[in-house]
């Protein structure tokens, strides 16, 4: 006789040896099954199962699984296909839904980000404009500006514009050519 564990999913392990107690004989715990063959290994993707007595083949997707709705992993514990809504394929992440039994990149969502995150860029750049021109544009409102300070202004005023237009840009939101603060340095 070839003795097996029986798993909480009806998954069969061995065969195992159980001690031999004096006068009693061998005790199999009470999930543990005697089998008159020895089984030979199941095929990939299947395990061996004691359901209700019977000797079975099953599917096995056991372990790690994946939502197709969010992509968050979960632990499977049953034996059989997966239901709708599982996979086996790890969730690369991003902008990835799952389509055609598969992972696909949503572009159109990518796309949104990436907008999203451009302008989100824009505006912290228009903010730091802003900080700047506002002295310059008093020490012109009151007739005090230099002519380096006028040159300035009109210098920030611009950036500022060309700042505003970075959506009109071709391909936008990628790639985009930033324009250069005044006063920066610029690679050549």
Same mark, same amino acid.
């Given at each position: @006789? %070839?003795?097996? @564990? =029986?798993?909480?999913?009806?998954?069969?392990?061995?065969?195992?040896?159980?001690?031999?107690?004096?006068?009693?004989?061998?005790?199999?715990?009470?999930?543990?099954?005697?089998?008159?063959?020895?089984?030979?290994?199941?095929?990939?993707?299947?395990?061996?199962?004691?359901?209700?007595?019977?000797?079975?083949? !099953?599917?096995?997707?056991?372990?790690?699984?994946?939502?197709?709705?969010?992509? @968050?992993?979960?632990?499977?514990?049953?034996?059989?296909?997966?239901?709708?809504? %599982?996979?086996?394929?790890?969730?690369?992440?991003? %902008?990835?839904?799952?389509?055609?039994?598969?992972?696909?990149?949503?572009?159109?969502?990518?796309?949104?980000?990436? !907008?999203?995150?451009?302008?989100? !860029? *824009?505006?912290?750049?228009?903010?730091?404009?802003?900080?700047?021109?506002?002295?310059?544009?008093?020490?012109?409102?009151?007739?005090?500006?230099?002519?380096?300070?006028?040159?300035?202004?009109?210098?920030?005023?611009?950036?500022?514009?060309?700042?505003? *237009?970075?959506? !009109?840009?071709?391909? %936008?939101?990628?790639? =985009?050519?930033?324009?250069?603060?005044?006063?920066?340095?610029?690679?050549?």
């Amino acid at each position: @006789m %070839f003795n097996y @564990m =029986i798993d909480d999913s009806g998954v069969l392990t061995g065969p195992v040896e159980f001690p031999r107690v004096p006068g009693i004989g061998v005790q199999r715990p009470s999930n543990a099954v005697a089998l008159s063959i020895e089984l030979s290994p199941a095929p990939e993707g299947f395990a061996w199962a004691y359901d209700n007595g019977s000797l079975q083949q !099953k599917v096995d997707c056991r372990g790690d699984v994946y939502s197709t709705e969010t992509g @968050m992993r979960e632990t499977w514990n049953t034996l059989g296909e997966l239901p709708a809504g %599982f996979t086996q394929l790890p969730w690369p992440g991003g %902008f990835h839904i799952w389509a055609d039994n598969a992972w696909q990149i949503d572009e159109q969502a990518q796309l949104a980000d990436n !907008k999203r995150v451009a302008l989100n !860029k *824009r505006d912290a750049l228009l903010r730091d404009a802003v900080l700047r021109i506002a002295p310059l544009q008093y020490a012109e409102d009151i007739g005090d500006a230099s002519p380096e300070e006028q040159l300035q202004l009109l210098e920030w005023k611009l950036y500022s514009v060309e700042l505003n *237009r970075i959506e !009109k840009q071709s391909g %936008f939101p990628s790639p =985009i050519t930033w324009p250069v603060a005044p006063g920066a340095a610029t690679n050549t």
